[in-house]
């Protein structure tokens, strides 16, 4: 059986409040960082309330509805990001998001390898039927790495987020498990 | 879109913790009833006990749980109640739990028609790829009933249950999606 | 001039209001004993609830939309009799980039059909657009909900999203699209209505 949790760059392990808001907190520092993720006003946050955030989550336990990761390298076992995935237990659907932290690990594939694990775990494992996602349009390095990884896109809202004065479209993508599974047969592992 | 609540004979409707703690409590006065129902004793309880618990579970609204009452089409009668409890989103499993308390509608083909909109609604809106159940080895009414309506045996825990100086068996039995899908629905 | 005197939620047959929270409850709880009404309204599997439950959401609503911000939701009832017909809102408002999602249901099968979800959406936009000052409302529905797609068209909402086998219900996948309509899309519109 497949190590679920292992990529060709990155793992997956689980959150640490600690860790998680002192990254959180260095991280929340580059807007850039933010308006990548979020098109809610940037926030500066305290270490203090970011720590209760994720202790609250913690003590929510299990619910089948949630899964949330964090990232690290395999090559230096650092603390570079993270993975959330909700699901739609009825419709079988699930929507995931993710970002790295720090801009200096941008574009070295490990959003693309991130998002190949979650497919796997949401296809392989949790066996359900769609995985979604959106992004905003001026985001394209996100949308290369979603493209690599299969999702099609679905459609835009348009003008539903306003920056600096102007108006950009968000992008909503899907991939169906017939579609990933024809990938895994096609492609390389 | 098409109806998922009625059946020949019943609908499902709310289950209301005010109006079913009565019920429950007047249902729990006959013991054939209680010992259909329940692997161990189980004490009978006042309307406001009866309430709190159902109150706190029923309010709850989970994608896995399902409370609703039974009620006759022909005058509305409160006859019983359904659970239907999703236990494993990875096998999309749930156990569903039905009793008639109005003893009038034993034996009349009630309980096959609740458990038939109950297939319907577990596998065409719950999106479920099988359902399950448990009934006592001393409970042949059931049995069938849920034989006709399309569950197999799949098993038993043998000497569960004690009762009148006995040891009887409970058994399981379950049915899958597609077998549902084959059966032939109006 | 502000055009002051033009209600914001008056029409013809109906007004949009408060919940009425000793009448409504009964009421609505009949509509979720109509699977086929909750199959349309919600994504959700129906549930049949008592209108003590009904009651209970209504608190949780009205508490959500003081200290949310972000919620403004109307009962709709007959100028005529009073009578509870509808319920809608403008829902996960983000007041920086200026939209929100409409929720709009008629629950009896009998007050469809005569034009009160058309003048629903009159007001739902005209308190979106020149009350909440909002730049686009959006709509999600699914793709067997013929009426009220049919409803979006004729506002002139564009259909901008389909989510491919985003639902299951009955057995198969069901697409979900989303709809979206504009300021300007919506100013165009109602002043072409105003002109004919």
């Given at each position: 059986m497949k190590d679920l949790f292992r990529g060709e760059l990155v793992r997956l392990t689980l959150v640490e409040p600690e860790t998680g808001a002192k990254a959180s907190l260095l991280w929340q520092r580059d807007s850039e960082f933010h308006r990548l993720l979020d098109n809610n006003p940037a926030r500066s946050n305290s270490e203090k309330k970011i720590k209760e955030w994720f202790e609250k989550e913690a003590e929510s336990g299990f619910k089948p509805e949630r899964f949330a990761f964090s990232v690290r390298t395999l090559a230096d076992d650092r603390y570079i990001g993270f993975l959330s995935v909700w699901v739609d237990l009825i419709h079988s659907e699930a929507w995931v998001g993710l970002g790295i932290?720090?801009?200096?690990?941008?574009?070295?594939?490990?959003?693309?390898?991130?998002?190949?694990?979650?497919?796997?775990?949401v296809f392989s494992e949790l066996c359900l039927e769609r995985l979604s996602l959106g992004l905003f349009e001026y985001n394209s390095r996100a949308l290369r790495s979603y493209e690599k990884c299969g999702f099609r896109p679905e459609g835009r809202t348009r003008n539903d987020t306003l920056r600096e004065g102007k108006r950009y479209d968000s992008l909503w993508m899907g991939i169906l498990r017939e579609e990933w599974l024809q990938m895994q047969d096609g492609g390389v592992k | 879109m098409k109806d998922i609540?009625?059946?020949?004979?019943?609908?499902?409707?709310?289950?209301?913790?005010?109006?079913?703690s009565k019920a429950w409590s007047r249902w729990y006065r006959n013991s054939e009833y209680v010992r259909l129902l329940n692997s161990s004793a189980r004490p009978m309880l006042s309307p406001k006990a009866e309430l709190k618990w159902m109150e706190e579970e029923v309010s709850e609204m989970t994608p896995g749980g399902y409370f609703f009452a039974i009620r006759t089409l022909a005058d509305d009668t409160l006859i019983g109640e359904l659970v239907l409890d999703v236990v494993d989103w990875g096998g999309r499993d749930a156990f569903v739990g039905l009793s008639i308390g109005e003893t009038e509608y034993w034996n009349k083909g009630y309980g096959t028609d609740v458990m038939n909109i109950l297939l319907r609604f577990a596998f065409a809106e719950v999106n479920l790829k099988r359902v399950s159940l448990g009934v006592f080895e001393y409970n042949p009414r059931a049995i069938r009933s849920y034989e006709k309506a399309g569950f197999r045996?799949?098993?038993?825990?043998?000497?569960?249950?004690?009762?009148?100086g006995r040891r009887w068996d409970n058994l399981y039995m379950g049915i899958l999606r597609e077998e549902w899908?084959?059966?032939?629905?109006? | 001039m502000l055009d002051i005197q033009t209600q914001l939620f008056d029409s013809q047959d109906i007004r949009l209001g408060p919940i009425d929270h000793e009448k409504d409850a009964e009421i609505e709880s009949k509509w979720t004993h109509d699977s086929e009404f909750m199959r349309l309204m919600d994504t959700n599997p129906a549930r049949p609830l008592s209108a003590a439950m009904i009651r209970k959401q209504y608190e949780k609503l009205e508490k959500k939309v003081e200290e949310d911000k972000n919620l403004f939701h109307f009962m709709i009832r007959l100028q005529a009799d009073e009578r509870l017909i509808g319920k809608a809102a403008i829902q996960w408002i983000e007041w920086s980039n200026g939209n929100g999602f409409l929720r709009l249901g008629i629950g009896s099968a009998e007050d469809r059909r005569k034009g009160y979800g058309t003048q629903a959406l009159q007001m739902l936009l005209r308190f979106a657009f020149a009350e909440l000052n909002l730049f686009r409302v959006s709509a999600i529905v699914?793709?067997?909900n013929e009426g009220a797609i049919a409803l979006l068209h004729r506002f002139g909402f564009v259909q901008e999203v389909?989510?491919?086998?985003?639902?299951?219900?009955?057995?198969?996948?069901?697409?979900?699209?989303v709809f979206g309509l504009l300021r300007d899309e919506w100013q165009n519109g109602a002043r072409a209505e105003e002109e004919r």
């Open positions: 932290g720090v801009r200096e690990d941008w574009s070295k594939g490990y959003g693309t390898d991130m998002m190949r694990l979650c497919q796997q775990y | 609540y009625t059946g020949k004979f019943v609908r499902l409707s709310a289950f209301d913790p005010e109006e079913m045996h799949e098993g038993r825990l043998r000497h569960l249950l004690r009762r009148e899908l084959e059966l032939d629905h109006d | 699914p793709e067997y389909c989510r491919r086998s985003a639902l299951e219900r009955d057995g198969r996948r069901w697409d979900l699209y």
